[in-house]
């Protein structure tokens, strides 16, 4: 399984970016997949997940400015953000498993992208 993430970036504050995670050897349309950050000095915490059907779930603090979203028969992850804080900043990460649990902590995802820096200034 290969996950590859893109889409990071710096913006200023109240601005967007869209992130993006393709996969090989993993089909979305059948398993949970979710994106996770972390900060540095800090846990890695999930941001936002979608099941195999299309349910999310996102963590209090996105607070309606992002949207999870999948494309199975591209087989490709999307995390749109808008509203961008400071605090937003943080090395993103999509995360998948073989199975359509949507596990919270990050000690329970097996597959990992290698990361995409998002940097927001005030």
């Known amino acids: 399984v290969q996950l590859v993430e893109s889409g990071g970036g710096s913006v200023q504050a109240g601005g967007s970016l869209r992130l993006s995670c393709a996969a090989s050897?993993?089909?979305?349309?059948?398993?949970?997949m979710a994106w996770f950050r972390q900060a540095p000095g800090k846990e890695r915490e999930r941001v936002a997940r979608?099941?195999?059907?299309?349910?999310?779930q996102y963590a209090d603090f996105v607070e309606g400015r992002f949207t999870i979203s999948k494309d199975n028969a591209k087989n490709t992850l999307y995390l749109e953000m808008n509203s961008l804080k400071a605090e937003d900043t943080a090395m993103y990460y999509c995360?998948?498993?073989?199975?359509?649990?949507?596990?919270?902590?990050?000690?329970?995802?097996?597959?990992w992208g290698q990361g995409t820096q998002v940097a927001v200034s005030s």
């Open positions: 995360a998948g498993d073989r199975t359509d649990f949507c596990y919270l902590s990050w000690v329970d995802w097996t597959y």
């Open positions: 050897g993993l089909t979305y349309s059948s398993v949970c």
């Open positions: 979608i099941s195999s059907y299309g349910s999310t």
